[in-house]
């Protein structure tokens, strides 16, 4: 049985954790009213929802030294192109008044400096969106929808360098019309001004350290004894988990795995890729170069949505099934919109068929494989024909599948997927993919725009983690496969149990079955509703498995996923077909046995509720 208390990383004592301790049903209600007692006591959290500690530290700094009068909060990205999107965004949906202190700054490697050489393959570069805290609601937006921002490691990686002297302000803060390194005060209206003790005042970088600490070698001494000391800065910060030189090689073994290609260690030097046309996707024209990888997968979703109006222009799309959270509002709010059909039924696809017999246009239908938290499966089958047929895209997430159990990609334009979940399994980075098709006809359009438009944004060391979490992927599948078998038969065999979703036991599974790899097996997720709501409450708060965000950890994590994701619209999910009180349970890698004893013994104790009441 797991324990962990209220706000505690999940996993436990890791400094860069995707998920978070949420061990009752009240606490998960009083996260989504933001009370104190449990918003307090938050350790880590899901990244694109909650602001990492290292994240918000060197927002902190960043304010306090370059921030102006009016401006209190900032928001951290990789590039000047993703803020210069930020910026656009925030400015189409607030107030004229309020973006007089919108600006961006962009930091840099100090390249004068020698301690900075060995650093330079890595960018280390932070740019940052400063605003007030009025605006700041849609500079988090952008961040969460997007899943544009810096990734904690890079923050914390980032915020060293900066401590240290070594990022630098690469130019006038981006909005501002001063040429001065000291931006005048930015006053705004009267009414959401606020004092600062800078005044204002842009302060220099600290100078690096004089005194002889042991992690860092900046002593000043000659070239070479700088450049010695260089390399090994970059590997204390790195906390010598690869080699640095490893980091490529280690981008291309991801790749490798995505596609379905066998690889070989990639740690044996020199490293030869293999050939890539035999892999488990069945397309032989495959490459890695088709393959791209982002720092989360609704990164990897808002950049295939980004490529497609690039390449096929500006069109509405299709969200086809119950959505992720984040990828409607990407398809409602970054472009021409969407056309939602939330059931991904027949009767949906008929309603479709009927829209482009009477000649509509569609740049893309977007939808999951399975769907979550229902797992529903969409026809792809039919999808495919009607999309050859009227001339749309099709993206596929392949996340809850995954390519070792489903084979997507003959049916879709471009596949993407999360590899935060089961591909890493260890919970503790992120990271996603977009594959293009070779064989679909928009692929020479495409891959012009992806070539053009494509920022390499996944930092080294979230590549180093991912890399080694994904190395037993494939060996993973199969027990996580049988053990959420084993879960759906004890739920099933209960009496509190309203329904249970899986694709094994969901009308759609013809449509699982057509995509369904021959030594696949049906996935690691699974949902569950009761008869009664203090069954599923008490089910929750007595299960002994990990309980927090996120799915596809290499331990069994429970949630009761629509509470958290759809807090403020209940309502509307529940006309979808959702219960609100529906629990999701993402199957780890324990004793099949263990699993078993665990379900058991919580629905025992939601049962003696009926028995208390008789």
């Known amino acids: 049985m797991v324990r962990f208390g209220l706000g505690e990383p999940i996993p436990p004592d890791t400094a860069h954790a995707v998920s978070v301790s949420l061990p009752t049903w009240e606490s998960n209600v009083a996260y989504e009213e933001g009370e104190a007692w449990v918003v307090s006591k938050m350790r880590s959290g899901y990244p694109r929802f909650f602001i990492h500690k290292s994240i918000d530290a060197f927002a902190n700094h960043l304010v306090a030294t370059f921030g102006r009068d009016g401006q209190s909060k900032a928001m951290l990205f990789p590039t000047r192109q993703v803020a210069s999107r930020c910026l656009s965004f925030v400015k189409s949906r607030s107030a004229p008044d309020l973006q007089v202190c919108l600006t961006a700054i962009h930091l840099v ?3 004068s400096n020698a301690s900075a050489t060995a650093l330079r393959k890595f960018s280390p570069a932070i740019s940052a969106v400063l605003c007030s805290h009025e605006i700041f609601p849609y500079a988090k937006q952008y961040w969460q929808h997007t899943g544009d921002g810096v990734s904690s490691r890079r923050a ?6 900066f401590k240290d002297g070594l990022l630098i302000l690469d130019e006038p803060p981006e909005g501002s019309t001063s040429q001065s390194p000291d931006p005048k005060p930015c006053k705004g209206p009267r009414r959401y001004q606020r004092p600062l003790s800078l005044d204002g005042t842009a302060a220099s970088p600290l100078p690096p350290p004089t005194t002889g600490r042991p992690d860092h070698a900046y002593t000043g001494v000659h070239s070479a004894r700088e450049a010695e000391e260089s390399l090994r800065f970059v590997e204390e910060r790195f906390g010598r988990n690869l080699d640095i030189s490893f980091v490529e090689p280690a981008k291309s073994a991801i790749k490798r795995r995505i596609a379905g290609a066998v690889t070989v260690d990639f740690d044996i030097q020199p490293f030869t890729p293999p050939d890539m046309s035999s892999n488990m996707r069945g397309i032989t ?5 088709d393959v791209y990888l982002f720092p989360c997968g609704m990164n990897a979703i808002y950049n295939a949505h980004r490529f497609l109006l690039g390449a096929r222009g500006s069109m509405k799309s299709i969200n086809f099934g119950f959505p992720y959270v984040d990828t409607l509002k990407i398809l409602q709010k970054f472009g021409p919109g969407c056309v939602f059909y939330g059931h991904a039924s027949e009767t949906d696809l008929d309603d479709l068929q009927k829209r482009l017999e009477d000649g509509e246009k569609f740049l893309a239908l977007f939808c999951e494989f399975p769907g979550n938290p229902l797992l529903t499966c969409p026809n792809l089958v039919r999808i495919r024909s009607l999309a050859d047929q009227y001339d749309f895209a099709v993206v596929v ?11 997507v990609i003959q049916y ?5 997927s999360s ?5 890493s399994g260890d919970c503790n980075v992120m990271g996603g993919s977009a594959v293009l ?3 679909s006809r928009y692929y020479v359009d495409l891959k012009a725009v992806a070539d053009k438009e494509f920022e390499d944004t996944y930092w080294a060391e979230d590549v180093i983690f991912m890399e080694r979490n994904s190395r037993d992927f494939a060996s993973r599948i199969d027990r996580i496969n049988a053990n959420a078998e084993a879960i759906c038969r004890t739920l099933i065999g209960s009496p509190l149990v309203k329904n249970v979703y899986y694709p094994r036991h969901n009308p759609s599974r013809p449509n699982y079955d057509a995509c369904k790899r021959p030594t696949g097996g049906y996935g690691g997720l699974l949902s569950v509703t009761f008869h009664r709501r203090e069954h599923a409450i008490a089910f929750y708060n007595a299960i002994g498995t990990a309980k927090g965000p996120s ?3 290499n331990f069994t994590l429970t949630s009761p996923y629509v509470l958290l994701a759809h807090y403020q619209e209940l309502d509307w999910a529940a006309k979808l077909g959702v219960d609100p009180d529906l629990i999701r349970i993402s199957v780890g890698l324990e004793e099949t046995s263990a699993l078993e004893t665990m379900f058991r013994d919580a629905l025992d104790v939601a049962g003696a509720l009926t028995s208390q009441r008789n």
């Open 109 to 111: 490697l100090d390249t």
């Open 156 to 161: 914390e990686f980032c915020h060293g360098l």
């Open 285 to 289: 024209n495959l490459r890695e170069d």
């Open 397 to 407: 997430d392949e996340t809850i599948g995954t390519f070792a159990n489903v084979n």
């Open 412 to 416: 879709a334009d471009i596949v993407v």
């Open 419 to 423: 590899l935060t979940k089961i591909f």
């Open 437 to 439: 098709n070779p064989n």
């Open 551 to 553: 799915l596809g950890t």
